[in-house]
């Protein structure tokens, strides 16, 4: 019997087969890491879904932030509807780590909302690793690499109940107890229990169903899956097993041991400080980790308390902290989605965990230990790592070096569609022949993409284009993402024609309208003008029949002439495969959403005339904050806005619409602003 069950209505086509071939090979034949090089539209998802069907093994695809991963996690999703497809990502809606400037004396305490479905998916993800199921694919972010709880402290804590079994009920409630669940008996939230009679309800962490164990005395009569709604019956078992409510679990011993740790490091700490005349940092220091110690002792927590994991973990100064790939199995199989990005992400964490975390050592906030509560070194990372598959449009050297040259093309999209015509124009005059070019388009209802190397450069040409009767806007790092969002939604539908933009690479455009893209400057060498980066580009323009990019320059550049001949090699391919199998392009068709909720228009440029979008009566906008009407609501109906918004905020959470809830997020801060008395309290999430 497979152990996954692929399920679509699909059949690999084009150069689909050959590379589901290709990968399945090296796998099977132990290649430490391999590229799949595929272009823009041609089905990577699907063809990694084969592979992993194939394979059959506990597999993890790692994305380079949420959105996108959430995007693979429900395409995943309806690929193996009957598996264990999970999703790992930070949980947090809104995450302000601690931090401290010298040079202003300003500390910056830690402030944060966690997202409860969120971390009821990380736990299912780690359950269903720990259940020994071989069919389990984890859908993760670079959250994978930080810090979490000894697996082997988690599976400890598994509680196993059979039918027929002798079991104190008062034993059980302990043993849940000791997992961290909760007893409650007047309501059930996730992470509770509720006890009635002979009968025990448990909210599992990870799931949305209730467990309902029932007895006969002190003998386990049945065990039910309970639908929460109905409470109708979904299922019924012989054997169960009742994993932890929360990654991070210890023992009472555990924990004495810790604080003992904790007090002989503190100690040592403070005769430094105070050795070395810094009277102020050994007060400090002693205060704060004094109080976590007694708030450890009484209530087993603290707030930071993962600056202590190392003694919990116990784990020695410098080693690496346990995190998601100690879950999976050694021969797990491991897919990086566009790995040019998500590469130098992984290999970033660390610095930048540990240059926040170097002021708060030297200067008595935290005790050393709070340094080994950190993401994974990249040479760390490779180590826990077993077989990769890099996954990009551009690979970069890195991925090729590690592939040793077993590099897996992708070429042939299943629309017919080939990559866009590349000319190369002086840039001379370039501004008036892209307008030319631009004119063209928008008289048979085609956009335009236009990148320029400065925001001044892009506000300047988008100011041009106005002028001259054009609907353009432009796009910087200063547009938040939900600017960024209603943007793009306005292209699509013609609101504007044009979108200038620095680097619209990062934007992750999916814009089939697009048959244009200009590049101008293209000969001024540098990250926004290399290979990648201009075969990212260009890229945009590939899910149009009329597809085409312009380079302004005046000499081909060594990344020009690399792109060019990439994108000619592309061509060349496709053009063959279309003859031989008499395909006849076709353009992508996809629906353009609105925008589910009020989102800020485009900032106006030079020429100050962009369209502005109105902004639904049902919600505040962040920008409304200071508006007279929120200023003069009565405390009530502040407070009353302040709910709605935060309720909103978590549904579009539980949809896993990040974008979305991070503009009602940002609303919630603004209007909590107005109203401090609903800030919660410390240590406590918004959410």
């Keep these: 019997m497979a152990v996954f069950s692929l399920s679509s209505s699909f059949q690999p086509t084009g150069d689909q087969p050959q590379a589901i071939r290709q ?18 539209g041609s089905g990577k998802t699907f063809t990694m879904a084969n592979v992993i069907a194939q394979i059959g093994r506990p597999t993890l695809i790692l994305s380079h932030n949420k959105t996108l991963a959430a995007q693979l996690y429900r395409e995943m999703k309806s690929f193996f509807p009957h598996n264990a497809v999970e999703y790992y990502v930070s949980y947090y809606d809104y995450y302000q780590p601690e931090a401290y400037i010298p040079s202003t004396d300003t500390y910056i305490e830690k402030d944060l909302a966690i997202n409860d479905e969120i971390d009821k998916l990380r736990l299912a993800a780690t359950s269903a690793l720990l259940s020994g199921r071989r069919d389990v694919i984890v859908v993760c972010s670079v959250s994978c690499i930080y810090g979490m709880g000894n697996p082997a402290a988690f599976y400890e804590s598994v509680i196993t109940v059979r039918v027929g079994q002798e079991l104190d009920r008062n034993v059980l409630l302990r043993k849940l107890m000791d997992s961290l669940y909760v007893r409650n008996d007047l309501s059930l939230n996730r992470g509770e229990v509720r006890v009635k009679g002979d009968t025990l309800d448990i909210a599992l962490a990870y799931s949305d169903n209730l467990l309902r164990i029932t007895y006969w005395g002190d003998e386990i009569e049945s065990i039910e899956e309970i639908d929460p709604e109905t409470m109708q019956r979904i299922s019924q078992f012989d054997e169960y097993h009742i994993y932890p409510a929360n990654l991070f679990m210890t023992t009472k011993e555990t924990q004495e041991r810790a604080v003992r740790q904790i007090e002989d490091d503190l100690a040592i700490e403070v005769n430094r400080f105070e050795e070395e005349g810094k009277t102020l940092e050994a007060k400090r220091l002693q205060e704060r980790v004094t109080y976590d110690v007694e708030m450890i002792r009484e209530l087993g927590h603290c707030s930071g308390i993962e600056n202590y994991s190392r003694y919990f973990d116990g784990r020695e100064a410098g080693t690496r902290p346990f995190c998601l790939l100690d879950f999976f199995p050694k021969d797990f199989l491991m897919f990086i ?21 170097i002021n708060l050592v030297q200067y008595g906030f935290r005790l050393p230990a709070a340094m ?4 994974l070194k990249f040479d760390e990372f490779q180590q826990l790592t077993n077989q990769i598959i890099y996954v990009s449009a551009t690979p970069a050297d890195y991925e090729l070096a590690e592939a040793e040259g077993v590099v897996v093309e992708q070429l042939i999209r299943p629309t017919g569609l080939l990559d866009p015509i590349v000319e190369v124009r002086p840039r001379e005059h370039e501004a008036d022949d892209l307008l030319e070019e631009i004119v063209k388009r928008v008289d048979v209802n085609e956009r335009v993409l236009v990148t320029t190397l400065s925001k001044r450069q892009a506000e300047e040409f988008s100011a041009y284009l106005i002028r001259s009767g054009i609907n353009a806007c432009y796009i910087h790092h200063e547009v938040d993402t939900m600017e960024r969002v209603q943007i793009m939604d306005s292209l699509r539908k013609g609101e504007y024609d044009v979108l200038v933009g620095v680097n619209l690479l990062r934007e992750g455009l999916d814009l089939p309208e697009v048959s244009l893209v200009g590049i101008l400057d293209a000969d001024q060498e540098g990250f926004l ?28 550049t060594k990344s020009m002439a690399a792109c060019i001949e990439e994108t000619n090699h592309r061509r060349e ?8 199998h008499g395909i006849t392009p076709q353009a992508v068709k996809k629906d353009s959403a ?4 009020g989102s800020a228009a485009a900032k106006p440029t030079a020429a100050d005339n962009h369209k502005i979008v109105n902004y639904p009566s049902s919600i505040i906008n962040s920008e409304m904050a ?28 539980k949809r896993l619409d990040f974008l979305e809830a991070a503009q009602y997020r940002d609303e919630l801060l603004r209007l909590m602003e107005l109203d401090p008395s609903s800030r919660p309290p410390e240590g406590e999430s918004p959410s």
């Design 23 to 40: 990968l399945v090979e090296g796998v099977e034949q132990g290649a430490p890491a391999q590229v799949l090089l595929g272009v823009t």
């Design 337 to 357: 989605d566009e790995s040019h990005v998500s590469v130098p992400q992984i290999s970033g964490m660390y610095g930048g965990d540990r240059a926040r975390k």
């Design 372 to 375: 080994d509560n950190r993401p």
């Design 529 to 556: 003008r290399s290979k990648t980066s201009l075969t990212q580009t260009i890229g945009r323009a590939a899910r149009h029949v009329h597809g085409k990019a312009i380079f302004y320059a005046d000499k081909i």
């Design 573 to 580: 391919v496709q053009l063959r495969y279309n003859e031989e």
């Design 594 to 597: 609105p925008m589910p909720m």
């Design 626 to 653: 200071a508006d007279p009407i929120v200023e003069n609501m009565t405390p009530q109906q502040l407070r009353k806005t302040i709910e709605n918004t935060r309720r909103l905020m978590q549904e579009a959470a």
